[in-house]
């Protein structure tokens, strides 16, 4: 049964540092890997998808990096902006070709001006 | 903006009633999933339907049913609602089943259950 962790569970930083966000997987077997905003209270909106034949996938300040064998992924915002502050998702689809997304936790931000 | 929309935005409900929470997908997304989301936890999968019919559920009772028509509208139904039922329920789309498939995420609604 595949498994998705984010540490930390939250994290503070001043505006204008650059954010690392951590997501692991214990089944290798992915398709993809997406990751998501989450506004408080809002749905999730889509930032990157990343295929399991990719190693990263950039847009505009953010940047997710993905290594398969090692079961981990890793989301980079660069120059953070008090705008950035939300809950940030990752998820991979459960095994198999069909699209049920396991999910981790979350990692809260704040950015503070 | 995503063209997923759901409805209602909020909804407050007493224990053993039964509630109905709608969503429209994008137009040709043939696959409409559900998940739960308590506070401050990753959302949880229910279950998903392709063209109509049921294609795969998560860990839910099944008080939790839900219907997909043809026009790309779906429905969550939860009877017998318990306090633990109180969430944001999210549905998403994507245009096939694939797990390859990007999925697009409603705003969601958020079920309060006294």
């Known amino acids: 049964k595949q498994e998705v962790t984010q540490i930390p569970a939250a994290l503070s930083v001043p505006e204008g540092e650059n954010l690392v966000l951590n997501c692991s997987f214990t089944d290798s077997a992915i398709y993809n890997l997406q990751w998501f905003r989450q506004d408080p209270g809002k749905g999730l909106t889509s930032l990157l998808l990343i295929q399991s034949s990719q190693r990263e996938q950039t847009s505009g300040r953010l940047n997710a990096s993905l290594d398969k064998s090692s079961g981990r992924s890793t989301l980079y915002i660069a120059a953070s902006q008090p705008g950035d502050s939300a809950t940030y998702l990752c998820?991979?689809?459960?095994?198999?070709?069909?699209?049920?997304?396991?999910f981790g936790a979350g990692t809260q931000v704040v950015v503070t001006p | 903006e995503t063209g997923v929309t759901q409805s209602p935005t909020h909804l407050i409900k007493t224990r053993g009633q039964q509630v109905t929470l709608r969503c429209s997908s994008q137009s040709g997304h043939n696959t409409v999933s559900w998940y739960q989301q308590a506070l401050g936890q990753g959302p949880q999968f229910i279950f998903q339907y392709y063209r109509e019919e049921e294609n795969g559920r998560g860990n839910f009772p099944p008080r939790f049913s839900g219907l997909q028509f043809p026009n790309y509208s779906s429905e969550l139904n939860v009877n017998a609602l318990e306090l633990d039922d109180s969430a944001l329920y999210l549905c998403?789309?994507?245009?096939?089943?694939?797990?390859?498939?990007?999925?697009?995420f409603g705003p969601g609604t958020r079920l309060t259950v006294t």
């Open positions: 998403a789309s994507s245009p096939g089943r694939s797990g390859g498939d990007e999925q697009y």
């Open positions: 998820a991979v689809p459960e095994g198999g070709s069909w699209g049920k997304l396991q």
